[in-house]
């Protein structure tokens, strides 16, 4: 006992000298910070007179401009402490630009390359400027960093947390897609430093009392390209900026930022300083980076894309898709598929903690990502990622740029993959201008396989899971690309919307009433087009040329495969033959709806003689209206599509009474086994046995069966009726087989039966 109150006691007395340590340490720094408010010139190795000139100062710039690492800035020991305990010792190119600049009070618009180092450019001088500041706790909020994405803004929060550790501000993270906005509402007043995204902002601002940025002294727009053009975030950022302070400092950073922004008006920037230090560069991308890209049509994507990945079972490999529901059906289909590697996916309609936990795992070793755009721009996965593969075509040259930057940061090395369609092939012109070095490559034809049969029994087998998804993929892409801006690359008319609807195994395309008027307007296009080339004919009949595209590669050799690839190859006579430069059109009349404008019926409804049994149709006013009036605005518009439509009608015709005489067999088949399981069943009651536990149909019918799976549910104990149809009769018994136990149910029929023998 005596032993352990002395042990109490040393330890007492010893974190009370530690205390007093730190007590005296803090005094002692106290005395070395700046006045508050004074000259952010002012620092202890700068001359305090020293005007805040632009470049122009050469004495006080050079002081900044010419430090290489981190320890000669001047800066405070709390940062550089952090930067070196957190392994950042020399500055990177856009840091040592940067920096100077930021430190010396000016905005700053920062450009550089994925990967360079851009957050610590902002996350550095936003820390100094509070501290020179003698910013505190109580002062309220002092900067705001705004981030297109919640994950996204967690990693510049990191950032924040590593390097401004030792400085004694308040941070906090304001994301939408968490729970406790009432907790955050009350803690955001008090917090000095806010990494947030722009909507959650702006419902602070409106909904939360007591809350102000009236004593900003520093904003940051990350991805500031992205935040003020893009339609989804500009409302919102604007709304911001305007209930903001304007006599603040402004950083803006992004790997892709346009010398003249319009939108930058908004934002009161004073005379700002543009560092873009990637300008002269030979290329716009990583110099680390490989970048390679394929032909491939529509339909063809998916196969690609499992031989792609089966032929890279080692890697961490993320994957872009346009739209979440194409994400959705890839990462299931292809889980159904089962290719040997863990798969993940992650979009913005996934719950923020799901979303959390897929990035992190994505730093594990060797993984699939399908992400749709959320994770194209600012995120620094922990380890490298091997692979960046765009299945669908970026919507410009910023968005390949942000894309493929998810690999090859930094100093790792990466890799990217871009599937073209032959319609897309502009888009390399693009690239090219914007110095992008990209090389053609060839899929080996021995790694494809078709998966549309594999993909069709799957959707069969579960079309709970599969079918609804696929269809909502296929509307959800052709409205994608009908929504891009640049319809010299994207082209709706070009989809090969059936062949791609059959490609992912569904039987006939989903209907998509949104490209009516695409069909209208281009009726000389789609006349002009050659007739539709019959699935199976597809390859026989599609035999493209492959052009080199040797003037883009840029690259000078030591860009040579870094590894040797067994997929992707040089070699044109093992490349796949269904490459090609032009896809037929094959856009069938099921895509389309069949409304008629009141005008037209009205137009139609004379000189034209209804055929014999032909539904009559009324239009709104009672008129009957001529059969062909439906399809007048097709006919009219597609009238060399005849053809086509007469083909295409005779093939699903035959593949749908193909379908139906199936579903025939089987239910025919599914009715006998029930009818001689009930009949046996039977007999054993009437040789007096107990009622026979009645099996788990599903498991003892097999396919038949468990294909349908809400009978069950249904079925009410009674007498089968002659074909063998479970009568769903409730008179006799009145009640559901499960609503109640098995028990119960043995001793009712036991009950009847004697009640039936008496
Ligand atoms: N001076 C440095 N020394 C060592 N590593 C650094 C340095 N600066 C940045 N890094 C590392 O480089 C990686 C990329 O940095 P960062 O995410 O800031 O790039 P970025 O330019 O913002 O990329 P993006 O354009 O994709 O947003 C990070 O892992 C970061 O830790």
């Given amino acids: ?116 180092g851009k957050t610590l450019a902002f996350v550095i001088p936003l820390l100094e400027k509070l501290y020179r500041e003698r910013w505190c706790r109580d002062d309220g909020v002092g900067v705001i960093v705004l981030s297109p994405t919640r994950e996204l803004a967690i990693q510049t929060f990191l950032v924040l947390n590593s390097v401004g550790r030792h400085h004694d501000f308040s941070a906090g993270l304001l994301i939408g897609g968490r729970k406790g906005v009432k907790e955050e509402k009350e803690r955001a007043n008090k917090l000095n430093i806010l990494v947030c995204t722009p909507g959650r902002l702006l419902q602070h601002m409106n909904e939360t009392e007591h809350f102000f940025c009236s004593q900003l002294q520093v904003l940051v727009l990350d991805e500031a390209d992205r935040m003020l053009s893009d339609a989804s975030f500009k409302p919102a950022v604007e ?26 008006a908004t934002l009161c920037l004073k005379d700002p300083e543009f560092v873009s230090v990637h300008e002269k560069s030979v290329t716009a991308t990583p110099t680390n980076l490989q970048q390679t890209y394929i032909i491939v049509p529509l339909h063809r994507k998916l196969d690609m894309l499992w031989g792609f ?38 979009h913005g309609k996934r719950k923020q903690e799901e979303r959390m936990v897929t990035v992190s795992q994505f730093s594990k070793n060797p993984i699939v990502l399908f992400s749709t755009d959320v994770a194209s721009r600012g995120l620094d996965f922990d380890q490298a990622v091997d692979w960046v593969v765009q299945v669908d075509c970026p919507e410009d040259v910023a968005s390949y740029i942000h894309r493929v930057g998810r690999t090859a940061r930094f100093d790792s090395v990466g890799r990217s993959l871009l599937f073209l369609m032959p319609s897309e092939e502009k888009m390399l012109d693009k690239l090219q201008a914007a110095k992008i070095p990209i090389r053609e490559k060839k899929p080996n034809k021995d790694l494809v396989q078709s998966l549309s049969k594999l993909l069709a029994s799957k959707i069969v087998q579960d079309p709970d899971l599969l079918r609804g998804v696929a269809n909502r993929a296929v509307i959800t892409y052709v409205k994608s690309v009908k929504k891009q801006k640049d319809k010299e690359i994207f082209d709706v008319k070009e989809l090969p919307i059936d062949e791609f609807s059959k490609s992912i195994g569904l039987p006939f395309p989903p209907r998509m009433r949104f490209l009516n008027n695409e069909i209208n307007n281009s009726s000389k296009k789609v006349s002009e087009l050659s007739p539709i080339v019959e699935p199976e004919n597809l390859d026989k009949d599609n035999e493209f040329e492959l052009l080199p595209k040797e003037e883009l590669d840029i690259s000078d050799s030591s860009e040579e495969d870094r590894e040797k690839d067994p997929f992707l190859t040089n070699d044109t006579a093992n490349a796949a033959d269904w490459e090609g430069r032009k896809i037929e059109h094959t856009m069938s009349p099921s895509t389309l709806s069949t409304r008629v404008s009141k005008k037209k019926k009205k137009k139609l409804k004379i000189n034209i003689h209804r055929p014999v049994g032909t539904r009559v149709v009324f239009d709104d006013e009672g008129n009957s209206l001529p059969p062909l009036a439906r399809l007048a605005d097709i006919n009219n518009a597609r009238a060399p599509l005849d ?116």
């Fill in 239 to 264: 709304l911001i900026i305007k209930d903001l302070p304007k006599d603040r400092q402004i950083f803006l950073f992004s790997a892709t930022h346009p010398k003249d922004v319009k939108d930058l």
């Fill in 1 to 116: 006992m005596r032993k352990l109150k002395s042990k109490k006691y040393r330890i007492k007395k010893k974190l009370s000298e530690e205390l007093q340590e730190i007590e005296l340490l803090k005094s002692w720094i106290e005395s070395q910070q700046p006045e508050r408010g004074s000259n952010p010139m002012s620092l202890p190795d700068l001359p305090s007179d020293a005007p805040l000139g632009r470049v122009g100062n050469p004495t006080l710039f050079s002081r900044y401009a010419g430090a290489t690492r981190f320890e000669q800035l001047p800066i405070s020991k709390k940062t550089k402490d952090a930067l070196r305990q957190s392994k950042y010792i020399v500055m990177t190119d856009i840091q040592r630009a940067a920096l100077p600049h930021a430190l010396c009070g000016r905005d700053v618009r920062g450009a550089s390359k994925t990967g360079s």
């Fill in 643 to 758: 053809q086509i439509q007469d083909k295409k009608t005779e093939y699903y015709k035959k593949l749908r009474e193909g379908l139906k005489k199936e579903d025939k067999d089987d239910k025919a088949q599914y009715h006998n086994r029930r009818r001689e399981k009930r009949l046996k069943n039977k007999m054993k009651w009437k040789r007096g046995n107990t009622y026979e536990k009645e099996e788990d149909v599903s498991d003892s019918e097999g396919e038949a069966y468990a294909n349908r799976p809400h009978k069950r549910s249904k079925i009410y104990f009674g007498s089968d009726d002659d074909d063998g149809e479970i009568k769903e009769s409730k008179d006799k018994l009145g009640f559901i087989a499960d609503s109640i136990s098995l028990a119960e149910q043995e001793a009712v029929a036991l009950k009847v039966l004697s009640a039936m023998h008496s």
């Fill in 309 to 346: 990945i089966r032929s890279n079972l080692k890697s961490r490999i993320l994957v872009f898709l346009s739209t979440r529901k194409q994400v959705e059906f890839v990462y299931k289909a292809f889980a159904k598929l089962q290719p040997g590697i863990p798969l993940k996916r992650i």
